[in-house]
């Protein structure tokens, strides 16, 4: 909910944690910062550098010992402005981790660690409704989910809808890392980044993000945006066409990939 001068938030917490808001948020960073392994995720806030250099205001940090019921988290609109410019944007306005306070050496590798909310924030020149653009959950094994494809792979898209309104995040999405045109669809394996379209993944060898080999990936979004020409450039490339007909197939059997 946003009110003129605030926005507000509910939740619960089963556990101990630690609550950090920050305004203006790097597209780029943010993504390669969740990807961290949780000892350095989990540092980078205790010691009070968290994107550091990477957001352009960030709320006071707030820690909580006790669990509770649903709360109302009221942040108060930054001043002055937050500088996004016309879309498509490289900043997020609202970042919101909730990160948890437990013993990490007594923390199961598979257990949250921390769930990332991403919020876009209405404005004059991105006037869609404020809402949750994305939200991410982080593993104590490091590894990071999307709250969305969660709820994809079991077939509530009724439930997640409820939260995130999609549209906001059609027109504020992330662009690939390398045309800036197409919207990223791809995430690399092994490295997992997801910062290509389908269009630029068939001219690479190596992730533009760290320079690993790319091995295989798969798709964090529809790609209705290719062209005859981008799936003909596809076909061009065997072991990847062998991919790519493989997704087709998921898609018109159904299945979520």
Request: aromatic letters at 8%.
């Given at each position: 909910m946003m009110g003129s001068e605030e926005v507000q938030f509910l939740f619960s917490s089963q556990v101990p944690y630690t609550l950090q808001a920050?305004?203006?948020?790097?597209?780029?960073e943010l993504h390669l910062f969740l990807w961290r392994p949780w000892n350095k995720f989990n540092a980078s806030l205790q010691q009070g550098v968290m994107l550091q250099g990477h957001y352009q205001q960030?709320?006071?940090v707030i820690h909580e010992q006790n669990k509770h019921a649903e709360k109302t988290l009221r942040l108060c609109l930054p001043?002055?402005?937050l500088?996004?410019?016309?879309?498509?944007?490289?900043?997020?306005p609202l970042v919101i981790f909730l990160v948890r306070r437990d013993n990490p050496t007594s923390l199961h590798p598979d257990e949250t660690v921390a769930l990332v909310s991403v919020v876009h924030i209405k404005d004059d020149d991105?006037?869609?409704p404020t809402s949750i653009l994305a939200q991410y959950l982080k593993q104590a094994n490091g590894q990071l989910s999307?709250?969305?494809?969660l709820y994809l792979a079991t077939g509530n898209v009724s439930n997640y809808e409820e939260v995130v309104n999609e549209s906001a995040f059609s027109v504020c999405e992330q662009l690939c890392v390398v045309c800036q045109f197409f919207p990223l669809?791809?995430?690399?394996l092994p490295c997992r980044h997801t910062c290509v379209c389908a269009s630029c993944f068939v001219k690479l060898d190596t992730c533009p993000m760290c320079r690993a080999p790319i091995k295989s990936y798969f798709t964090v979004r529809s790609e209705e945006y290719l062209t005859d020409s981008s799936e003909k450039t596809i076909s061009s490339?065997?072991?990847r066409l062998t991919q790519w007909l493989q997704d087709r197939l998921t898609d018109f059997i159904g299945f979520h990939r």
């Open positions: 920050f305004w203006g948020v790097s597209i780029r960030r709320s006071r001043k002055p402005d500088e996004l410019g016309p879309p498509p944007r490289l900043c997020y991105c006037t869609l999307s709250l969305k494809q669809s791809r995430a690399l490339h065997p072991e």
